[in-house]
């Protein structure tokens, strides 16, 4: 990266009298000339903008640079390359002969260096970062804005929520430490300032707006991200979000990279969901009822008799789970927890996630177009995520030809009707495609075209078909509007 730097051009303003001169004795006394601002003086702050600078200077102290190392093995010569610096400046060569610099016998070791950021939020020297900041770190160091420098170590970390947490070694009495916010209570327009290490760069400021919230974007079962286009640039990672209270909102996390001014950050009251476990075991603990969800749109809504989309379909039940013995079945509608409505289907894991395992919780449900509650108690969310409820991705559209009122071709196959073909334009393309294979229409099984033929023939004219589809091991609900 080549750096240019900028001279800045100053113009000094310089006061000159004007008017002829006069005889000694018949001069009038001269007329005051008016001072000229001292240059280089700090403006006020104009009434109703807000004071950046002074918040800054309160704030930044307690936002660190973090450092971590990692040793990469290969065999020799690999990395003997010249221009390799070039290339990766953020590498660097081990010490020839070193106990550490050599791995297996033939090998040799670089050690890879990755920046981030983080902020101190105790007096005990524990430090908030993402977790993709301290990944398989072999070292990691923490930087101070007065240019102290600790060794820290990782004490506990959440994948799901990106969120780590470190202890520095040896912390000094005199920590300066940030105030947690309530990300809930951000309104989209507010304010927000970023403080974090772009490339390196260390201690960098940049402001926005908060441009939006409730953010998916596709980064894990909890997406709810504060959207801002406050520059956020790597190194930026785990930095804070402030509001102008000076408190922190959000921890800057995500860019998207084929676009300016937009950066995502992990709302703060998630963070401080999970905060107390981390701490105390170093890792989170969440419930889980054991359903595979999928979102819904208009045509599912009207297919299932409600007025528009809300909730979270079922399209799976675990064997055995709290969710199958509660009596919850595939094609219901989850529509509140404990009372709490699920607007969306990606709100559920995150509601779900907020309680701990053997959490006794109401679900309200829609089961067959009827309305009611049943009780269960949460299991626990296995770390490789098993019975986690993720809304599931939406079928494709392929090629075919109008066979059927649905615009598909169908084929009997062992008790079971397969999709062959897909009619462009038609009622059903985007949402199924070749191979899938129709296994219910309106919450009735089908095992031959026949079936299929009369159970949609059957179904109202007035609302949508309702399928259940199963594609490769995943089976979900398609509502398909006849044309």
Sequence with gaps: MILRKVFPFVALSLAFGSGCQHSAGAASPPEAVPQAPAPFGTPPVLAGTPDIATLVSRVKPAVVNITTEHELKAPRGVFGAPELGEMFPFFHRGRPGAPHDRGEEGDEVMKQQALGSGFIIDPQGHVVTNAHVVDDADAVKVKLSDDREYRAKVVGKDDRLDVAVLALDNPPHDLPLVSLGASDALRVGEYVVAIGNPFGLGDTVTMGIVSAKGRTIGAGPYDDFVQTDASINPGNSGGPLFNLRGQVVGINTAINPRGQGIGFAIPIDAVKDVLPQLLASGRVARGRIGV???????????????????????????????????????????????????????????????????????????????????ELKLATLEDDGKGASVPSQGPGSAPGDRSSALGIGVADEGGRVIVERVAPDGPSDGKLRPGDVIEEVANQPVMTAADLASRVKAAPADAPVLLRVKRGEQARYVAIARH
């Design 292 to 374: 595979a969800i999928q979102g819904m749109d208009a045509d599912l809504a009207k297919a299932f008799g409600m007025d528009h989309p809300r909730g979270a379909l079922v399209e799976h039940v675990e064997p055995g789970s709290p969710g199958e013995k509660a009596g919850i079945r595939s094609g219901d509608v989850i529509l509140a927890l404990d009372g709490q409505d699920v607007v969306h289907s990606e709100d559920l894991p995150r509601m779900v996630a907020r309680h701990a395992p053997g959490t006794q919780v109401k679900v309200t449900v829609l089961h067959e177009r009827q309305r009611r509650d049943v």
